[in-house]
């Protein structure tokens, strides 16, 4: 157990809906990160978040957002779901600050999206 | 903008061998971080090395070895004495020191090891 926790572990929904994605960060970790992996893209940086403010945007569609909160887990929220989006969905974290800069991230087990 | 490549799809071991990942990356900066990361079919990312660009020692971690060619911009992985637990899918990943800089990722390499 890396101590980042995802759910749910598996989601499977039809296109054009709206799914959310739950992370919460290791304990005492600031920042939260989203990934993306999927078969063609590889894994891609979505988005992340430091103690609740939004520190830097990658590869994210408009349909997506994310947000952090005050008790700092995050949510990924994906809306009119396309067949494209189906993929493995990670949330890591990390203490923040400098430090952060020679560290790895703990990444969670991630979320495996099925769009029918 | 940086890119990573992993040119080996999939490699495979024997047991107790020797095997070696290769990865190429392209900055142009010159000081920044690499890493391999393990991905288990558990899906978990698990950190398996980590090499600072301004240190010529070439990191180790037990039977994880990396070989560091700054000038070629290339940075495999060794490891050594392979075990069954050592499946996985390993990836490379570069991080500038620009602080706010994310991670690129390389596309992966499926290593098996055969009993």
């Known amino acids: 157990d890396s101590g980042v926790t995802q759910t749910p572990k598996h989601l499977i929904t039809a296109t054009g809906q709206r799914v959310t994605l739950r992370c919460s960060p290791r304990?005492?970790?600031?920042?939260v990160y989203w990934y993306q992996q999927s078969l063609d893209q590889g894994l891609q940086f979505l988005i992340q978040?430091?103690?609740?403010?939004?520190?830097a945007k990658g590869n994210i569609l408009e349909r997506f957002s994310a947000q952090q909160f005050p008790d700092l887990h995050s949510e990924l929220n994906l809306s009119s779901l396309e067949l494209g989006d189906s993929a493995l969905y990670f949330c890591?974290?990390?203490?923040?600050?400098?430090?952060?800069?020679?560290?790895?991230?703990?990444f969670g087990s991630g979320t495996r999206l099925t769009v029918v | 903008a940086q890119t990573v490549t992993q040119s080996q799809p999939e490699m495979s071991v024997q047991e107790a061998e020797t095997v070696t990942l290769s990865c190429t990356y392209d900055?142009?900066?010159?000081?920044?971080?690499l890493f391999w990361y393990k991905q288990p079919p558990s899906r978990q990312m698990i950190l398996v090395i980590r090499q600072e660009a301004y240190k010529q020692q070439n990191a180790t971690e037990n039977r994880f070895s990396v070989n560091f060619q700054k000038a070629a911009k290339s940075f495999s992985l060794k490891i050594s004495d392979s075990q069954l637990g050592d499946a996985a899918m390993y990836f490379c990943?570069?991080?500038?020191?620009?602080?706010?800089?994310?991670?690129?990722f390389g596309p992966g390499t499926r290593l098996s090891v055969l009993p």
């Open positions: 900055t142009s900066e010159s000081d920044y971080y």
């Open positions: 304990s005492g970790d600031l920042s």
């Open positions: 978040y430091y103690n609740g403010e939004e520190r």
């Open positions: 990943a570069y991080r500038s020191r620009n602080y706010g800089q994310n991670f690129v």
């Open positions: 890591a974290s990390s203490p923040g600050g400098q430090g952060d800069l020679e560290n790895g991230y703990t």
